[in-house]
């Protein structure tokens, strides 16, 4: 059954009012290949009976599986690996000189999907930082959907997640065999917050944050949202902070309190500076 147009502008606002995401016309296939698995879960024998329910129904936790359902979770270990040869060539030494008195460190990564990122700046910090025993470094990770942080919280992966950008010796060094899967060591584990976190709400129990990586997630919403999350992102970063955005993502004509970090190869931004006159 092909979805109908009035089950297709319910989805698309239902996920834009609840979550910022943008559903472009003609991606009918898309709530029809993520939705039909759920409804059948669910119990339903069709979509078409499914999102009926939903539409009669006030927001529940039905409607959040729906949203959870139609995120896209793509990720990867040392995903678009630029930005993590910035942090360890430039940006990590430089926040180890500004933040040698005080000795805490802070890292986000917003929308983390199943975990592979903050393990990378968790095993990236491991590996090639030592120096940072003894200091109060926090990772915190967030993402929509509960259930990928189930995932993520789990540490757990497929033989193709691991085989996806991870070198081998951090597959090595910091993972367990655990049957056909790959355990990653309780002591990276340990390192990462996990929260479930909407960006388009509040952000109430965030500190002042060194580097947010917040890559591959504004492509999927409007301008206005785009630079309502951009404004929220700016009071978290320190005059040294940096943000990372996705390659195909920029600040520019969108919040003009950042500007792109000099000699970056990376898409990375920071508050604009100061100027001498």
């Keep these: 059954m092909s979805v109908t147009r009035t089950d297709f ?4 606002n239902l996920i834009h009012q609840r979550a910022g995401i943008v559903l472009e016309e003609g991606k009918e296939y898309l709530i029809e290949s993520r939705l039909s698995p759920l409804a059948e879960k ?29 995120t896209t979770n793509e990720t990867l270990f040392f995903r678009d690996i630029r ?10 030494p430089d926040l180890l000189a500004a933040r040698a008195a005080e ?16 393990y990378t700046v968790a095993m990236m910090l491991r590996e090639y930082f030592p120096q940072l025993q003894g200091w109060n470094v926090r990772t915190i990770a967030s993402d929509l959907s509960s259930d990928v942080l189930a995932r993520a919280i789990q540490g757990r992966y ?3 997640e691991v085989n996806r950008g991870l070198p ?3 597959l090595v060094k910091y993972f367990t065999r655990d049957g056909d899967n790959w355990q990653i060591r309780e002591e990276i584990r340990r390192m990462i917050e996990f929260r ?6 509040t952000w109430s129990f965030l500190p002042k944050i060194d580097v947010i990586l917040m890559r591959n997630v504004l492509i999927y919403f409007n301008q206005e949202t785009k630079r309502k999350i951009l404004r929220k992102v700016a009071p978290l970063l320190p005059a040294n902070g940096y943000l990372f955005l996705g390659s195909a993502e920029t600040t520019l004509n969108i919040a003009d309190e950042f500007e792109p970090f000099p000699e970056a190869s990376a898409a990375c931004y920071r508050l604009k500076q100061a100027k001498v006159p």
């Design 158 to 160: 497929t033989q193709l």
């Design 196 to 201: 479930e976190m909407n960006l388009t709400e």
């Design 103 to 118: 000795r805490h460190i802070t890292f986000w990564s917003a929308a983390c999907s199943t975990g592979q990122e903050p």
């Design 168 to 170: 081998v010796k951090f």
């Design 83 to 92: 930005p993590f040869e910035l942090l360890r060539t430039r940006i990590i």
């Design 9 to 12: 502008e319910y989805v698309r």
């Design 42 to 70: 669910e119990g339903f024998d069709s979509l078409g009976e499914y999102l009926g329910r939903l539409q009669r129904d006030t927001f529940n936790g039905s409607h959040r599986k729906l949203i959870h359902a139609m």
